[in-house]
């Protein structure tokens, strides 16, 4: 079964430095998405993105993230200058008609 | 703009027994879909179940069935059978319809614990 694959599983960084997330989505979907889950919350929207654009946005994505699709199979968030409050799973996403994957998530804790 | 309601934090059931969990939502559309999550500990996001609004055919896969109200706005997850490996966060969750490009809008959960 197809699968949604992010990199890394878990990452540690210092407060104000710059990290990517990674993603492969499934190759046939067209949206793809970023989620946040700060630990014994709510899953929470951050950004949908299709046809090389973003398509929305939530109020938590603010100038300090942003998402790129770098090439045909990865898709990408930054987060430019991380703050302790930024420490969560961040979740990975795409969607087709028919089918809605998450990845395993990458754990981001901020020291 | 959609929201989703779990008035549960915490549910417990006896191995073997059926529990149900509850789950509320309010949206002025008539197409959209409904999905329950299962996190295991290791915090990954896993569909159980998906329940499309235009049919009123309760979705099942397994021992997991749902009880979809539509005119009430509830979707009620039902687990037959508890087992161990049941015990996890279960996230209930709503998207629209209108494509395939929406997101997804959770609730908060509910933390089943699972009696031997």
């Known amino acids: 079964e197809p699968e949604v694959t992010q990199t890394p599983s878990h990452q540690v960084t210092q407060m104000g430095q710059e990290v990517i997330l990674r993603c492969v989505p499934i190759?046939?979907?067209?949206?793809f998405y970023w989620y946040r889950q700060i630990l014994g919350q709510k899953v929470e929207f951050l950004v949908s993105?299709?046809?090389?654009?973003?398509?929305?946005k939530s109020e938590i994505f603010d100038d300090q993230f942003s998402v790129e699709r770098p090439d045909g199979s990865n898709f990408t968030l930054k987060i430019r200058s991380t703050k302790l409050e930024d420490s969560a799973m961040y979740f990975c996403?795409?969607?087709?008609?028919?089918?809605?994957?998450f990845g395993s998530g990458t754990r981001l804790t901020v020291v | 703009a959609q929201t989703v309601t779990q008035s549960q934090p915490e549910m417990s059931v006896q191995e073997a027994e059926t529990v149900t969990l509850s789950c509320t939502y309010d949206t002025s559309e008539s197409d959209y879909y409904l999905f329950w999550y299962k996190q295991p500990p290791s915090r990954q996001m896993i569909l159980v179940i998906r329940q499309e609004a235009y049919k009123q055919q309760n979705a099942t896969e397994n021992r997991f069935s749902v009880n979809f109200q539509k005119a009430a706005k509830s979707f009620s997850l039902k687990i037959s059978d508890s087992q161990l490996g049941d015990a996890a966060m279960y996230f209930c969750a709503y998207r629209s319809g209108e494509s395939s490009g929406d997101k997804l809008t959770f609730g908060t959960g509910t933390r089943l614990a699972v009696r031997p």
């Open positions: 996403a795409s969607s087709g008609w028919g089918g809605y994957t």
């Open positions: 190759s046939n979907h067209l949206y």
């Open positions: 993105f299709y046809n090389n654009e973003i398509s929305e």
